[in-house]
């Protein structure tokens, strides 16, 4: 183990199973983010005075370049149960802040608001003006939940911009309520 590992118990006896399971968890960690810089293990019985038999909760501090990862886990029965599924979260968020750090989650354009200022019917496609005062264009292709017919000069519209091959350009262009966010999924227009 690269990383310091720091482990807590609060009103839970010490015992060198326990200890060694979360030194082995703690390992493991490593196979899905290598730079863990440290991680703090917390366990603890919580006083709560109407529940009967003793429940674990389990905290994880891990430390990495640039960030802290904590997962809770609280009220399990069987502290191998809870530090099971502590572990467990830890390792997604790991393997999140990895993907993040290596580029490999794509941002989600934000949905722009604008209106059309020129059609050109019979070739199909039209400009958008942003409230910046760009001109982007789009093409009957582009149009989402609204035909070209039912688009005029003046039209409010919802659209996500995109690099194309002549310069900025707007797609998923759409007038209602919602807006169509691709594969099968809408983004709530903001009010």
């Known amino acids: 183990m690269k990383f310091q590992l720091q482990i807590t118990t609060r009103d839970v006896p010490h015992s060198e199973a326990l200890e060694n399971h979360i030194r082995q968890k703690a390992e493991k960690l490593e196979t899905f983010y290598s730079n863990i810089i440290g991680c703090r293990v917390v366990i603890e019985v919580p006083h709560k005075h109407k529940h009967q038999g003793r429940v674990f909760d ?30 467990g979260a830890a390792k997604r968020q790991l393997e999140d802040y990895g993907r993040r ?69 707007a797609k998923r262009v759409s007038t209602g309520k919602r807006h169509a966010g691709g594969e099968g999924e809408g983004e709530k227009e903001e009010e």
């Not at 891990?62 to 809870?82: H, N, S």
């Not at 290596?102 to 003006?129: N, Q, S």
């Not at 292709?141 to 409010?156: K, P, W």
């Open 58 to 87: 389990v905290r994880l501090d891990i430390t990495v370049p640039g960030k802290e990862l904590v997962v809770t886990r609280e009220a399990d029965e069987d502290v191998y149960v809870a530090l099971r599924d502590a572990f």
């Open 101 to 169: 750090q290596r580029g490999d989650i794509k941002a989600h354009a934000p949905v722009m608001r604008g209106k059309v200022v020129r059609l050109i019917a019979e070739e199909e496609y039209g400009f958008i003006e942003t409230p910046d005062g760009q001109e982007l264009y789009f093409h009957r292709e582009n149009l989402a939940n609204v035909n070209f017919d039912q688009l005029a000069a003046g039209s409010e519209v919802q659209f996500l911009e995109d690099i194309g091959s002549e310069g900025y350009q």
